[in-house]
Protein backbone atom coordinates (compact mmCIF):
# COMPACT_ATOMS: atom_id res chain seq x y z
CA UNK A 1 0.00 0.00 0.00
CA UNK A 2 1.52 3.17 -0.85
CA UNK A 3 -0.01 7.22 0.05
CA UNK A 4 -0.08 9.90 -2.20
CA UNK A 5 1.47 13.00 -0.74
CA UNK A 6 -2.50 15.13 -0.39
CA UNK A 7 -3.52 11.28 1.42
CA UNK A 8 -0.42 11.10 3.55
CA UNK A 9 -1.29 14.80 4.91
CA UNK A 10 -4.86 14.10 5.33
CA UNK A 11 -4.60 10.99 7.31
CA UNK A 12 -1.71 12.56 9.72
CA UNK A 13 -3.60 15.71 9.79
CA UNK A 14 0.18 17.19 8.53
CA UNK A 15 0.10 19.98 5.48
CA UNK A 16 1.30 19.05 2.06
CA UNK A 17 3.83 21.65 2.48
CA UNK A 18 5.31 20.58 5.59
CA UNK A 19 5.79 17.30 4.06
CA UNK A 20 7.54 19.02 0.78
CA UNK A 21 9.65 20.33 3.31
CA UNK A 22 10.18 17.06 5.23
CA UNK A 23 11.38 15.81 1.18
CA UNK A 24 13.43 19.03 0.56
CA UNK A 25 16.01 18.84 3.39
CA UNK A 26 16.31 14.87 3.25
CA UNK A 27 14.53 14.13 6.15
CA UNK A 28 11.76 12.14 4.72
CA UNK A 29 12.02 10.93 1.06
CA UNK A 30 8.88 9.16 -0.62
CA UNK A 31 10.34 5.49 -1.62
CA UNK A 32 8.62 5.84 -5.23
CA UNK A 33 7.32 8.38 -7.77
CA UNK A 34 3.73 7.57 -9.68
CA UNK A 35 4.34 7.66 -13.72
CA UNK A 36 3.21 11.35 -13.60
CA UNK A 37 5.78 12.44 -10.57
CA UNK A 38 3.68 12.55 -7.90
CA UNK A 39 5.08 11.48 -4.45
CA UNK A 40 4.26 7.50 -3.16
CA UNK A 41 4.91 6.92 1.18
CA UNK A 42 5.29 3.45 1.93
CA UNK A 43 4.77 1.70 5.13
CA UNK A 44 8.94 2.49 6.14
CA UNK A 45 8.08 6.15 4.94
CA UNK A 46 4.99 6.29 7.38
CA UNK A 47 7.00 4.38 10.39
CA UNK A 48 9.81 7.17 9.72
CA UNK A 49 7.31 9.88 9.71
CA UNK A 50 5.89 8.41 13.06
CA UNK A 51 9.27 8.52 14.42
CA UNK A 52 10.08 12.42 13.03
CA UNK A 53 6.29 13.54 14.70
CA UNK A 54 7.58 12.06 17.73
CA UNK A 55 10.83 13.20 18.01
CA UNK A 56 9.32 16.35 17.67
CA UNK A 57 7.09 16.35 20.75
CA UNK A 58 10.44 16.25 22.62
CA UNK A 59 11.24 19.20 21.14
CA UNK A 60 14.10 18.22 18.50
CA UNK A 61 14.60 20.45 15.74
CA UNK A 62 14.19 18.94 12.44
CA UNK A 63 18.10 19.12 12.47
CA UNK A 64 18.46 17.07 15.19
CA UNK A 65 15.98 14.90 14.19
CA UNK A 66 17.25 13.81 10.56
CA UNK A 67 21.27 13.32 12.45
CA UNK A 68 19.21 11.48 15.34
CA UNK A 69 17.36 8.76 12.61
CA UNK A 70 20.70 8.49 10.66
CA UNK A 71 22.43 6.73 13.99
CA UNK A 72 19.93 5.04 16.29
CA UNK A 73 22.80 4.28 18.38
CA UNK A 74 22.49 7.58 19.61
CA UNK A 75 22.40 7.71 23.76
CA UNK A 76 19.20 8.56 24.92
CA UNK A 77 20.50 11.43 26.85
CA UNK A 78 21.06 13.60 23.77
CA UNK A 79 16.73 13.57 23.59
CA UNK A 80 16.92 14.56 27.44
CA UNK A 81 19.09 17.24 26.72
CA UNK A 82 16.77 18.48 23.58
CA UNK A 83 13.61 17.93 26.25
CA UNK A 84 15.62 20.40 28.46
CA UNK A 85 16.27 23.32 25.58
CA UNK A 86 12.77 22.91 24.90
CA UNK A 87 11.46 23.78 28.06
CA UNK A 88 14.21 26.56 27.64
CA UNK A 89 12.37 27.88 25.31
CA UNK A 90 8.85 27.60 27.02
CA UNK A 91 10.70 29.81 29.61
CA UNK A 92 11.48 32.57 27.00
CA UNK A 93 7.73 32.38 26.09
CA UNK A 94 6.26 32.32 29.03
CA UNK A 95 8.73 35.65 30.75
CA UNK A 96 6.58 38.47 29.14
CA UNK A 97 3.36 37.08 30.99
CA UNK A 98 4.91 36.26 33.69
CA UNK A 99 6.05 39.97 33.89
CA UNK A 100 2.61 40.95 33.21
CA UNK A 101 0.88 38.68 36.31
CA UNK A 102 3.68 40.08 38.90
CA UNK A 103 2.43 43.45 38.04
CA UNK A 104 -1.38 42.89 38.17
CA UNK A 105 -0.58 40.27 41.53
CA UNK A 106 1.47 43.58 42.99
CA UNK A 107 -1.50 46.18 42.43
CA UNK A 108 -3.74 43.54 43.89
CA UNK A 109 -1.59 42.90 47.08
CA UNK A 110 -1.48 46.84 47.85
CA UNK A 111 -5.40 46.91 47.17
CA UNK A 112 -5.04 48.36 44.19
CA UNK A 113 -7.99 46.86 41.51
CA UNK A 114 -6.18 47.03 38.16
CA UNK A 115 -6.80 48.88 35.60
CA UNK A 116 -9.12 47.28 32.79
CA UNK A 117 -6.45 47.84 30.38
CA UNK A 118 -4.08 45.82 32.37
CA UNK A 119 -6.47 42.73 33.08
CA UNK A 120 -7.25 42.86 28.66
CA UNK A 121 -3.27 42.95 28.33
CA UNK A 122 -2.95 39.84 29.92
CA UNK A 123 -5.74 38.00 28.44
CA UNK A 124 -4.60 39.26 25.07
CA UNK A 125 -0.89 37.85 25.40
CA UNK A 126 -3.14 34.58 26.89
CA UNK A 127 -4.64 34.09 23.86
CA UNK A 128 -3.55 36.55 21.07
CA UNK A 129 -1.07 34.12 18.89
CA UNK A 130 -3.26 31.28 19.31
CA UNK A 131 -6.34 32.98 17.24
CA UNK A 132 -3.96 33.16 14.47
CA UNK A 133 -1.23 30.15 14.33
CA UNK A 134 -1.76 25.90 15.22
CA UNK A 135 0.45 25.08 17.77
CA UNK A 136 2.91 23.40 14.97
CA UNK A 137 3.38 26.94 12.69
CA UNK A 138 3.96 29.00 16.09
CA UNK A 139 7.01 26.00 16.55
CA UNK A 140 8.00 26.84 13.16
CA UNK A 141 8.19 31.00 13.78
CA UNK A 142 11.53 30.97 15.08
CA UNK A 143 10.98 34.68 16.49
CA UNK A 144 8.01 33.42 18.72
CA UNK A 145 10.19 30.21 20.78
CA UNK A 146 13.70 31.70 20.47
CA UNK A 147 15.02 33.85 22.51
CA UNK A 148 17.83 34.92 19.68
CA UNK A 149 15.38 35.65 17.04
CA UNK A 150 13.12 37.46 19.36
CA UNK A 151 15.82 39.81 20.42
CA UNK A 152 16.93 40.19 16.67
CA UNK A 153 13.78 41.54 15.93
CA UNK A 154 13.65 43.97 19.11
CA UNK A 155 17.17 45.51 17.99
CA UNK A 156 15.82 45.83 14.76
CA UNK A 157 12.50 47.74 15.63
CA UNK A 158 14.79 50.03 17.49
CA UNK A 159 16.59 50.59 14.58
CA UNK A 160 13.57 51.19 12.73
CA UNK A 161 11.77 53.11 15.62
CA UNK A 162 15.05 55.85 16.77
CA UNK A 163 15.07 56.90 12.36
CA UNK A 164 10.97 57.47 12.60
CA UNK A 165 11.03 59.56 16.25
CA UNK A 166 14.24 61.41 14.46
CA UNK A 167 12.54 62.40 11.49
CA UNK A 168 14.10 60.02 8.95
CA UNK A 169 12.20 60.31 5.52
CA UNK A 170 11.20 56.95 4.85
CA UNK A 171 12.99 56.67 1.33
CA UNK A 172 16.14 57.44 2.81
CA UNK A 173 19.41 55.25 2.03
CA UNK A 174 19.46 54.22 5.60
CA UNK A 175 16.01 53.57 6.38
CA UNK A 176 15.75 51.51 2.79
CA UNK A 177 18.74 49.10 3.63
CA UNK A 178 16.68 48.58 7.26
CA UNK A 179 13.03 47.96 5.53
CA UNK A 180 15.21 45.33 3.00
CA UNK A 181 16.77 43.70 5.79
CA UNK A 182 13.02 43.71 7.44
CA UNK A 183 11.28 42.00 4.65
CA UNK A 184 14.32 39.08 4.47
CA UNK A 185 14.04 38.41 7.92
CA UNK A 186 10.15 38.22 8.02
CA UNK A 187 10.58 36.25 4.32
CA UNK A 188 12.97 34.22 6.89
CA UNK A 189 11.16 33.71 9.89
CA UNK A 190 8.22 32.44 8.09
CA UNK A 191 10.24 29.96 6.30
CA UNK A 192 8.57 31.77 3.10
CA UNK A 193 4.96 30.88 3.61
CA UNK A 194 2.86 33.75 2.40
CA UNK A 195 0.01 32.53 4.57
CA UNK A 196 2.00 32.89 8.17
CA UNK A 197 3.03 36.73 6.91
CA UNK A 198 -0.36 37.44 6.00
CA UNK A 199 -1.34 36.41 9.41
CA UNK A 200 1.57 37.92 11.05
CA UNK A 201 0.79 41.28 9.57
CA UNK A 202 -3.13 40.64 11.15
CA UNK A 203 -1.82 40.14 14.87
CA UNK A 204 0.57 43.74 14.12
CA UNK A 205 -2.82 45.45 12.53
CA UNK A 206 -5.62 44.10 15.28
CA UNK A 207 -4.17 43.17 18.02
CA UNK A 208 -3.00 46.03 20.65
CA UNK A 209 -0.97 43.76 22.82
CA UNK A 210 1.15 42.79 20.18
CA UNK A 211 1.82 46.28 19.52
CA UNK A 212 2.64 46.69 22.90
CA UNK A 213 5.20 43.65 23.30
CA UNK A 214 7.00 44.12 20.21
CA UNK A 215 6.93 47.47 19.38
CA UNK A 216 5.67 47.10 15.69
CA UNK A 217 2.46 49.63 15.56
CA UNK A 218 0.95 50.35 11.90
CA UNK A 219 2.87 53.62 11.78
CA UNK A 220 6.18 51.88 12.11
CA UNK A 221 4.47 49.22 9.83
CA UNK A 222 3.58 51.73 7.26
CA UNK A 223 7.05 53.29 7.99
CA UNK A 224 9.05 49.92 6.54
CA UNK A 225 6.39 49.56 3.75
CA UNK A 226 6.90 53.50 2.46
CA UNK A 227 11.05 52.65 2.43
CA UNK A 228 10.98 49.22 1.18
CA UNK A 229 8.43 50.72 -1.71
CA UNK A 230 10.99 53.13 -2.67
CA UNK A 231 13.88 50.52 -2.78
CA UNK A 232 11.71 48.94 -5.24
CA UNK A 233 11.16 51.61 -7.10
CA UNK A 234 14.34 52.88 -7.02
CA UNK A 235 15.22 49.83 -9.35
CA UNK A 236 11.70 50.15 -11.80
CA UNK A 237 13.08 53.89 -12.32
CA UNK A 238 15.94 51.78 -14.50
CA UNK A 239 13.43 50.38 -16.96
CA UNK A 240 10.15 52.85 -16.99
CA UNK A 241 9.54 56.09 -18.13
CA UNK A 242 8.64 58.91 -15.47
CA UNK A 243 4.80 58.92 -16.35
CA UNK A 244 4.84 54.61 -15.62
CA UNK A 245 6.71 55.08 -12.56
CA UNK A 246 5.08 57.96 -10.92
CA UNK A 247 2.00 55.63 -11.84
CA UNK A 248 3.62 52.75 -10.08
CA UNK A 249 4.86 54.60 -7.50
CA UNK A 250 0.66 56.22 -6.46
CA UNK A 251 -0.76 52.49 -6.79
CA UNK A 252 2.09 50.14 -5.21
CA UNK A 253 1.53 48.67 -1.85
CA UNK A 254 -2.07 49.33 -1.55
CA UNK A 255 -3.35 45.70 -1.84
CA UNK A 256 -0.78 43.82 -0.07
CA UNK A 257 -2.71 41.72 2.12
CA UNK A 258 -4.78 41.08 -1.11
CA UNK A 259 -1.52 40.01 -2.81
CA UNK A 260 -0.71 37.32 0.21
CA UNK A 261 -3.71 36.28 0.07
CA UNK A 262 -3.77 35.09 -3.64
CA UNK A 263 -0.19 34.02 -3.43
CA UNK A 264 -1.26 32.12 -0.46
CA UNK A 265 -3.86 30.63 -2.85
CA UNK A 266 -1.48 29.58 -5.95
CA UNK A 267 1.46 27.73 -3.29
CA UNK A 268 -1.68 25.83 -2.27
CA UNK A 269 -2.51 24.75 -5.57
CA UNK A 270 0.73 23.59 -6.38
CA UNK A 271 1.19 21.66 -3.38
CA UNK A 272 -1.87 20.14 -3.74
CA UNK A 273 -0.30 18.70 -7.42
CA UNK A 274 -2.72 20.99 -9.62
CA UNK A 275 -2.03 21.71 -13.15
CA UNK A 276 -1.67 25.12 -14.54
CA UNK A 277 -4.42 25.05 -16.86
CA UNK A 278 -7.04 23.58 -13.66
CA UNK A 279 -10.05 25.51 -13.54
CA UNK A 280 -9.27 26.87 -9.93
CA UNK A 281 -5.61 27.90 -11.02
CA UNK A 282 -6.89 29.71 -14.07
CA UNK A 283 -8.85 31.51 -11.84
CA UNK A 284 -5.50 32.68 -9.90
CA UNK A 285 -4.48 33.42 -12.91
CA UNK A 286 -7.15 35.58 -13.42
CA UNK A 287 -7.11 37.56 -10.06
CA UNK A 288 -3.30 37.77 -10.72
CA UNK A 289 -3.68 39.76 -13.72
CA UNK A 290 -6.08 42.19 -11.95
CA UNK A 291 -3.97 42.70 -9.19
CA UNK A 292 -0.64 43.22 -11.13
CA UNK A 293 -2.41 45.89 -13.83
CA UNK A 294 -3.80 47.89 -10.45
CA UNK A 295 -0.62 49.22 -9.91
CA UNK A 296 1.36 48.42 -13.31
CA UNK A 297 -1.62 50.40 -15.16
CA UNK A 298 -3.39 49.24 -18.92
CA UNK A 299 -0.18 50.34 -20.74
CA UNK A 300 0.63 47.06 -22.32
CA UNK A 301 4.57 48.35 -22.55
CA UNK A 302 4.95 49.12 -18.97
CA UNK A 303 3.87 45.88 -17.89
CA UNK A 304 6.35 44.48 -20.41
CA UNK A 305 8.85 46.25 -19.00
CA UNK A 306 8.35 45.55 -15.36
CA UNK A 307 7.94 41.80 -16.37
CA UNK A 308 11.55 42.11 -17.82
CA UNK A 309 12.95 43.82 -14.44
CA UNK A 310 11.52 41.20 -11.91
CA UNK A 311 12.80 38.65 -14.42
CA UNK A 312 16.17 40.53 -14.52
CA UNK A 313 16.30 41.69 -10.84
CA UNK A 314 16.39 39.89 -8.04
CA UNK A 315 16.01 42.37 -5.18
CA UNK A 316 12.35 42.46 -6.94
CA UNK A 317 11.14 39.23 -5.59
CA UNK A 318 12.38 40.09 -1.42
CA UNK A 319 9.49 40.81 0.09
CA UNK A 320 7.20 38.96 -2.03
CA UNK A 321 6.71 35.21 -1.06
CA UNK A 322 6.70 34.40 -4.80
CA UNK A 323 9.55 31.95 -6.14
CA UNK A 324 10.68 31.06 -9.58
CA UNK A 325 9.03 28.04 -9.74
CA UNK A 326 5.36 30.03 -8.59
CA UNK A 327 6.21 32.86 -10.99
CA UNK A 328 6.62 30.14 -13.84
CA UNK A 329 3.28 28.43 -12.72
CA UNK A 330 1.59 31.37 -12.99
CA UNK A 331 2.91 31.86 -16.37
CA UNK A 332 1.98 28.69 -18.00
CA UNK A 333 -1.90 29.43 -16.51
CA UNK A 334 -1.76 32.99 -17.91
CA UNK A 335 -0.81 31.45 -21.00
CA UNK A 336 -3.65 28.91 -20.49
CA UNK A 337 -6.53 31.47 -20.47
CA UNK A 338 -8.63 33.03 -23.58
CA UNK A 339 -7.05 36.25 -25.28
CA UNK A 340 -9.92 38.29 -23.41
CA UNK A 341 -8.53 37.21 -19.89
CA UNK A 342 -4.78 38.20 -20.57
Known amino acids: MSLKVGELAKRTGLTVRTLHHYDGIGLLRPSARSESG????????IARLHQIQALRRFGMSLA???????????????IVAQQIAALERQIAQATRLRTQLTQLQRQLDHGEPPALADWLTTLELMTMYDKYFSKEELEQLAFHHEPQRAAEWATLVAQVRALMDGGAPADSEQVQQLACHWM????????ADPDLARRINLVMAQEPAAQHSTGITPELLRYVTTAFSAHKLAIYARYLDADALEHVRAHSGQRTQDWLVLIAAVQQQMDAGAAPGDGPVQALAHQWLALFRSYAGDRPETREKMRLALAQEPQLMLGTWMTDQMMAFIRQ???TLPAAGK
Open 38 to 45: YRLYHRDD
Open 184 to 191: TMLERDTR
Open 333 to 335: SIA
Open 64 to 78: DIGAFLDRPDTPFSA
